[in-house]
C-alpha cells in the first residue's frame, strides 16, 4: 500500500489490518449486532482516526481490535499475524482514566504495572518507567497518587502506561473526552509531540470531528450502528500542526465540512429508516 508519513509518500506495508471485522453481543433476546462489517488498515507510523454517530461501535471496534473482544466475523493482523488477544505491540488507552488508574498505588507504580508480567528487570522497569513520565511531562509526580492530580494529569499517567511497553500501535478509545477544552488541546498536542518522537502508530477514536482533523493523517467514518465504513478521507494538512494556524487554513474547514456532513448524513438516514411511515 502507499502512505503519506511525514508528508512523504512511502511504499509501506500495513502494521495493522482489519478485515470485514463484525461483532454481534448475545442477548436473552438473540444476537445484536454492534459492528456491521469494517475494513481498512494502518500503515507504520501512521495516525488514523475513527469517527461515526453514537452508539455506532466504536468502543466495541476497538476492543475487537485491541484483542480484548472476540470478533464475530472477520479478522485482525498485527504484522501480518492474527491479533485475537491482548499483544506486546498493541497499547491502549481508555477515556475513563479514573476507573483505569489504580488509586492506592503511586504514579510511577500504576506506570509501571504493564511491565509486571513481562520479565523486565528492576533496574530497567525504573528506566522506562522515567522515561515514559517524563515523555508526558510528569517527571516530577512518580511518587504522588492519581488522586493527587488534576484529570488532565491522570490521563497523562493513563497515556504513560501506554507508553511504558513502547508499543509499535497506540489505541486510544476517547481519551481527551473527559476533560476540560482547554486541558484537551494542550493534551492534542502532547500527543502529537509524542507521536513524531517515538513513530508509534495511532489508532484514535474520538467524538470531535475537530480533533479528528487536526490530529489525523486519515479519518474514517464509520455509519450509525451496526456500522460499516462510509469514507477514508486523507488529511493532507501540513504538519507539525497548530491549534490556531492549522485550523484557521481553508483546508481545514473543508475537511472538517466533509466529515460533518457524512456523518450527519449516516445520523439522519438511521432517524428516516428508524421512523414508522405515515398510514
Ligand atoms: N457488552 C455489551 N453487551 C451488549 N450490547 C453492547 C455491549 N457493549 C456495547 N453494546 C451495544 O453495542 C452498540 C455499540 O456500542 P459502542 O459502545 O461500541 O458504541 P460507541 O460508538 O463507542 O458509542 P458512543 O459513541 O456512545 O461512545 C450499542 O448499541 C451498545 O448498546
Redesign the pocket.
Known sequence: MTATIGGEKTMTSAVLEVAGLGKS?R?RAGD?P?VRSITFDVAPGEFVSVV?P????????MMCIAGLLPLTTGAVTFRGTPLDAPRDGVAVVFQDYSRSLFPWLTVAKNVALPLKDRKVPRKQVRSRVAHALEMVGLGHAADLHPWQLSGGMQQRVAIARGLVVEPEVLIMD?PFASVDAQTRTSLEDLLLRIWAETGTTVLFVT?DIDEAVYLSDRVVVLSQ?PSTVVADIPIGLDRPRDQVATKQTALFGELRGEVYSLVMASEKRTSLAGRSDPE
Open positions: 453481543y442477548s445484536v454492534a461515526g453514537s452508539g455506532c461501535g466504536k468502543t466495541t471496534l476517547e467524538h450502528g
